[in-house]
DNA sequence: AGTGCGTGGGGAAACGGTTTCCCTTGATGT
DNA sequence: ACATCAAGGGAAACCGTTTCCCCACGCACT
């Protein structure tokens, strides 16, 4: 005997036998068939009313090869942007009657083609957050989990909806700005080796190098903590540079800390930059000068392009590109004479 | 024709006929049944494994009457506390093989009875995250959603498996901390006036004025955000208190700028606490003086609360309290001479 | 009055699995 | 050689819903 019988609820059969009609009918009540005559519709709907009777999803979605779920996959979710893209996503998918379903990979990106598939068996369709899993892994993960949305990720031979923030042209604006202060050192503090976003700044970087032939750039280790930044105050006191882009606001910020506790002015001394704009970012002493990205309209528009491709099959997908917004605070000033 | 037969996918029966078994063979392999001769079984794995075949959830779940999946209602995915507490529950449940299912009600307190009803429909379990509801509808609540686990609310006459943190109990200290550097007039500058949790710092306070009742206390109507805290630097400057406490480290981190915008300095003229210990509360200028609240611990202890309702039968399930820690740092300090 | 047609609702299949029940088959013992 | 038994696999029921198919009924028209 399947299942438990228990804890049995109420199913369209109660409702069924109480009303007096076939379970057929009962369910062309609840779905707002109207070729139920008016009279029938009504003792249906009072049996339901009376028994509490709500359909089970389960069933539903067997019959109806649909879950109204999707499912999203985050290396991380202790951090904030893959917080604000699952906010936005929630908020976004909820208005049309959508649930979220999480797979945290913890960073392993082993465990990211897998927690997809499952997700993607269980749910509509998927929303790839930033995956850490190689190009051709990704090309060939995509196809087999369709109604999919990449964020911070592209494919090459598959065309799938994506959307990335231009973290190179962000930190290139950043660094022209540091130019336009005065600054001829510069220095960027990276993010995670492994992090693509911290390619792309790199990337973004080598434009700027191309561009600004006379500027000097030199790169010092960094990472993604408060911490990180914090320890590499003493790198950057010495490294001699006087404009210093640093990965993201988190660790600019451990910087500035770790700086000012060096006696290091900021920006008499050395201007900062950070990445992310996160709330606390316009809060800190001085101001951290850095580049916004709209992350809640990110996923927003995740589950836009995840609806499009539910409800029409048509899966014209171009790459939206999201350039950061530069917003100019105290952490950054002229080069000290 | 109910579901769709155009994106055809492999199931369980593709697998038998390759495998010249009955579906129920394949089944029984799939699920580990040692009765299944050893030559079948691997030849029904090695057909499986050709065809890429992975059970289908949704059919599972509905002959298994389980789905490996907890909902969690969140009044508002974008406060920190709450995001905590789904990364810890998504990352404990995920250890366990369960999935979470989000469902934000956006402080809308009609929004949750019928948000958590429905998850319960489609989960296993439900989390109900500091609800807004009434004590009687959540009372009425709680039996239909019977797998459930409340964070920072508690039943009465249902025994509900219930976490909460002591936040009247956190506050007490901090205020006791206040006093014990000398400080004789205090001042709370308190959170929503629809928040459970300001409810509590409340209660705390009134205890702590009924075991001081030589120390003042004041009542300064502030809010949840930076910009509350901020803007309430001139009723606090203005107030004669030597000691605040904020209702969380937000509105705290807002009121400290706020103060040394108008040259107040803190901890010299003003002592400050705050509530929460976020991530940052360290970083300030001065560090703050907080009551840390083990988030993370509690998204982990509701899985295992939650695990314990769905393996065995046995609702024995007391509240437990999770009393803050308070940490001292640079924000308090004895009161001007 | 008989036939044609439209409509509303019941029965049954389908969705994709799991599990019980029962029968077959092979082995063992006498 | 026959009876008994255990093991293993197939058929079918079941989970709860939607939808297709078809029948019965009523109405209008010839």
Redesign the interface.
Known sequence: M???RNTRRVGIADVASMAGVSHATVSRVMNGNTTVDADIAARVRAAALELKY?P????R?????K?D?IGIVVPD??NPTF?AI??GL??AA?RDGY??????S?EVSSEEAILA???R??CDGVVLCAPRMSDAELEELAPTL?PLVLINRTTESVPTPSLVVDYGQGIQELAAHLVELGHRKLAYLTGPDRSASNVQRLRGLEKFTAEFPNVELQFIPGGNT?DAGFESSDAVASCGATGILVFNDVAA??LL?GL?QRGIRVPEDLSLTGFDDM??AR?T?PPLTTAAVPISDLGDLAWRRMREQIQTKDAASPTNYFPPRIELRGSTGPVKA
């Open positions: 399947p299942g438990r709500k089970n999803p389960v069933g979605s067997l019959a109806l090869g879950t779920t979710l202790s917080q699952l906010r929630s908020i909820a649930r979220v379903l999480i797979a945290d913890s598939g499952e997700a068996r269980r369709y408060f910020m451990g800390s000012s709330p606390f809060y002493m």
